[in-house]
């Protein structure tokens, strides 16, 4: 087989969507047959993206690679139009990863398993759809697509309170997707010609007007599933009454796509508006990071307490992607991708302690750590990693988006003190709020209902596999960044070569200065 030539992200996209279709022939009445038969789709799926990786994937080209297009509606000029860059391989096997091990998450669910799954199914192709498509009307309908299998695992399979939650997720996100579809077609038909295709979209010459409610409109979509302050509301809820595997795709997916898209369409199409929204993330990414740190540290609700963290985190991610340096946008990345992980093991174990205690009430935990020390070691290791300990994946993403952001020459002294000052508050807070966290529920006054509950049993062995696959890549990433950087390297450092081209400040210095690099001078750290 012609492997170079072989459809792998269309493969890969359509398979498990494909393989959920056949869900409702398999005769399975308990679930224990379709689990399986999910799984193996998954690791089937999964597979696939690490070999189309590995063989066809080139690091040093920028560029789009793994390049798919066919003819879809010739009418409506709609093609699909699938490739991979830096920006978006890292995301799509994180993607593979992520929805694999969450089905694996999935095992004791016995409700409705063949909808459960196949909705699972759906969900992996709809997610890697997002992250590889490359044409803007295409890219809205997979958007849409993967809105509505999480909704109805929300308002089937979650908690006392989940219609309200989904509801509300739809609402947002929904809403949110209104500006998605007006954007596309104003871009696409701006000009003299119309084209959905986003490398054609990002070579028009778009009024600054124009340009400038594009970015509004996009900020405002990409916003809500990011998520930014104040559009973030609806993900407490929705964490707060979802089920693990549910936790681990919103945290660990869901969440990148504002930020994926953010990098692709406003920064990567309209880098004119960009230089003048630019103090407007780096503003928002710093609420984020404190408001949410604060919240979560007055939490008393486990779930809503990872939430707001999970909220505080994606705050670096804004400021990364507005530095204007090639290792605040980088780190911006890591950021992403290393979230992925932490948030979906946090989350994880948010089920876990769940299943066991039958609450969420931090007030009512305490002193179970004596007969859960698997789950009590497991509980540490994914708080280190939250809390950017040292080696681990999220101290790396971090400290990148603050050098980076610390070296750019788009902002004044003053203004970067002051960001780096307060999201340091954030930075000082989490490790507060995790180890009281860790305190109350292991070290606390033992409950004696709780010490008394038969099915306080310590972690079983598919619990501590899907802990420890996620540790894996977390402490890999912060041993050895390169791992993970070099992967999406050339496609950042030529993106900020475009960004910092739009800056008027920076274009007349380098121009009076020719020595002066688009490149940060800190950028070697992200080779490390």
């Not at 009024?207 to 509004?216: C, D, Q, V």
């Not at 950017?388 to 902002?411: N, Q, R």
């Not at 598919?462 to 496609?491: C, S």
Request: aromatic residues 12%.
């Amino acid at each position: 087989m012609d492997t170079a030539n072989f459809p792998w992200l269309t493969t890969t996209i359509l398979f498990p969507i494909a393989a959920a279709l056949l869900i409702p022939l398999i005769p399975d009445k308990d679930g224990k047959t379709v689990r399986w038969y999910a799984l193996i789709v998954g690791l089937i799926d999964f597979a696939l993206l690490v070999d189309a990786f590995y063989t066809q994937y080139d690091f040093s080209n920028p560029g789009l690679q793994l390049v798919e297009s066919y003819t879809w509606v010739q009418q409506l000029d709609l093609n699909w139009s699938v490739g991979a860059d830096g920006l978006s391989m890292p995301l799509i096997l994180l993607t593979g990863f992520i929805t694999t091990l969450a089905t694996l998450a999935a095992w004791p669910v016995t409700f409705k398993p063949k909808l459960f799954y196949f909705l699972m199914l759906i969900m992996y192709g709809g997610q890697i759809a997002v992250f590889a498509v490359q044409d803007m009307l295409l890219f809205f309908l997979v958007w849409e697509l993967e809105l509505v299998p999480i909704y109805l695992i929300l308002s089937i399979w979650g908690g006392k309170k989940r219609l309200y939650a989904a509801t509300k997720f739809i609402l947002y996100t929904a809403g949110g997707s209104l500006f998605i579809l007006v954007g596309a077609l104003t871009m696409a038909f701006y000009g003299d010609t119309v084209t959905f295709d986003m490398r054609a979209i990002a070579l028009k010459d778009f009024a600054p007007n124009i340009e400038l409610l594009l970015y509004a409109g996009f900020l405002i979509a990409y916003g809500v599933k990011l998520p930014i302050f104040p559009l973030h509301t609806w993900l407490p809820d929705a964490h707060g009454e979802a089920t693990a595997p549910a936790h681990m795709l919103l945290a660990g997916i869901l969440l990148k796509m504002g930020g994926y898209a953010l990098l692709r369409m406003n920064a990567g199409m309209l880098p004119d508006a960009h230089a003048t929204f630019a103090p407007i993330l780096v503003i928002l990414g710093v609420v984020n990071i404190v408001y949410a740190a604060l919240t979560s540290f007055a939490q008393r609700n486990l779930k809503r307490k990872i939430a707001y963290s999970s909220i505080s985190h994606m705050g670096f991610v804004l400021i990364g992607i507005a530095s204007f340096t090639d290792l605040g946008i980088s780190g911006a990345m890591l950021q992403m991708v290393s979230h992925g992980l932490i948030g979906a093991s946090l989350f994880f174990m948010v089920g876990c302690t769940y299943d066991r205690t039958h609450t969420l009430m931090l007030d009512e935990m305490g002193g179970v750590g004596q007969k859960m020390r698997k789950v009590f070691a497991m509980w540490t290791a994914c708080s280190m990693a939250s809390l950017a300990l040292p080696g681990m994946s999220g101290f790396v993403a971090e400290l990148m988006v603050f050098v980076g952001f610390a070296t750019s020459d788009a902002y004044n002294p003053v203004f970067k003190v002051c960001v780096v000052c307060l999201a340091a508050v954030g930075v000082i807070l989490t490790p507060i709020y995790l180890l009281s966290m860790l305190r109350e529920i292991f070290y606390g006054p033992e409950n004696k209902e709780l010490s008394e509950h038969e099915e306080l049993v310590d972690a079983e062995p598919r619990e501590v596999f899907i802990i420890a696959a996620l540790l894996v890549p977390i402490i890999g990433i912060g041993l050895y960044p390169k791992m993970l950087t070099q992967v999406y390297d050339a496609t950042t450092v030529q993106l900020t070569a475009r960004l910092r081209n739009s800056v008027p400040s920076l274009v007349a210095k380098a121009a009076a200065d020719k020595t002066v690099s688009l490149r940060a001078p800190a950028i070697e750290l992200s080779k490390l």
